[in-house]
């Protein structure tokens, strides 16, 4: 990225990105043991917000078999001579997770429709990816200027890792509107139209226009967009 922040990779074809593969505890065992005392409902929201960064990233998504229905292998860390109970893809509990599979389904819907969380060189993330402020707890960046030749102008993205209400001031970009996450949205104050923002005091160094805020409220991820 330049500046402060450093990159391993020097591409993004070079960072394959994932939460859970075939080797260690899958995402979900390593939550329950990282989280005593946490609901399943708590272990949830973590699993799908981490799910989401994967799939809202830059680089190559990586998602291991039966991530979407939150495989478990029991606690079971190196099962490479584990019986089948530990190792197989168990249907019963894809079954049961039929929300979450939909969840995962309409996260692979965005990252397709939205070619600008898949620039192909790091010039072009260089170029419209930028850190937005973020609470603790929460990072925010946009991806500006219909990257990648993405049919939005601008997006906004969110992670959320606070479980309480939380409100944030908003790019003056245009008036936004919520593309994904809307059940952790309590109130978004679009903002001013594109004009309007690149006419305000802002453009001269002042204080933001518009009055773009987000209220939202739950561990999660929330992507806004201002359309052509």
């Known amino acids: 990225m330049g500046g402060q922040i450093r990159q391993f990779a020097v591409e993004p074809v070079q960072s394959v990105n994932y939460v859970e593969c075939h080797d260690n505890h899958t995402l979900w065992d390593k939550i ?14 973590m699993h799908r917000l981490a799910s989401a960064i994967v799939l809202t990233s830059q680089g190559i998504p990586f998602l291991h078999a039966g991530q979407e229905f939150m495989r478990t292998k029991g606690g079971v860390e190196n099962s490479y001579k584990s019986p089948i109970e530990v190792n197989w893809l168990d249907w019963e509990r894809c079954a049961a997770h039929q929300d ?28 419209h990816l930028r850190f937005e402020a973020a609470p603790p707890h929460a990072v925010a960046f946009t991806l500006r200027d219909h990257a990648g030749g993405d049919p939005d102008r601008h997006l906004y993205v969110l992670y959320n890792a606070n479980p309480g209400a939380l409100s944030l001031e908003l790019p003056a970009l ?6 994904f996450g809307g059940e952790h949205v309590l109130a978004l104050e679009a903002g001013a139209s594109g004009e309007a923002a ?23 991820v929330v992507v806004l967009a201002v359309p052509r």
Request: charged share 30%.
């Open 100 to 127: 979450d599979v939909s969840y995962m389904r309409s996260l692979i819907a965005l990252r397709k429709a939205h070619p600008a969380f898949r620039l192909k060189t790091a010039d072009e993330i260089r170029a």
């Open 198 to 220: 690149a006419a305000s005091p802002a453009a001269a160094g002042g204080p933001p226009a518009g009055g773009a805020r987000l209220e939202v409220r739950g561990v999660g």
């Open 174 to 179: 245009g008036p936004w509107e919520v593309r």
């Open 32 to 45: 329950e043991l990282s989280t005593p005392g946490a609901s399943d409902e708590e272990r949830r929201a």
